[in-house]
């Protein structure tokens, strides 16, 4: 994946989010294809359930492993999300926000590419650089 694909996912994400419009106060964890296509959004008051549905709904519909895909959240990328992803099979997680350090740590371990205060055309990579240069998510 393009770091201009992936700098434009918050901005596909926030433009899907059609509770938050009315509320305000939702979180938002969305599932996109390498090319940058939102393939699955959930929203929640809780970012680990939005992130639950996101999982959910792949299980569901029998797409387990997420290999080849970016799983995006609206807040801080915890190591319960790190987590939630590795075992999902998702092989890039991207943040509006920080990542705990108990996150970096898991993505450096488990090979998940990791990516924080991805905000406009800049962002933080903490782990899995790599990825980013080397084309498609896998």
Do not use: W
């Amino acid at each position: 994946m393009g770091p201009e694909v992936l700098t434009a996912l918050p901005d596909r994400l926030r433009a899907a989010q059609k509770v938050f419009d009315s509320t305000g106060g939702l979180h938002a964890a969305g599932l996109f294809s390498a090319e940058g296509e939102l393939l699955c959004l959930r929203e929640d008051v809780g970012r680990h359930n939005a992130v639950d549905k996101v999982v959910g709904h792949a299980l569901r519909e029998g797409l387990l492993p997420l290999r080849g895909t970016v799983l995006m959240v609206s807040g801080r990328a915890s190591f319960e999300l790190a987590q939630k992803a590795v075992m999902a099979g998702i092989p890039l997680l991207a943040a509006v926000s920080a990542p705990s350090s108990l996150a970096v740590d898991l993505a450096a371990e488990s090979g998940l590419t990791l990516v924080g205060f991805l905000r406009g055309t800049s962002m933080n990579v903490y782990c899995g650089d790599d990825r980013l240069e080397a084309g498609p998510v896998g």
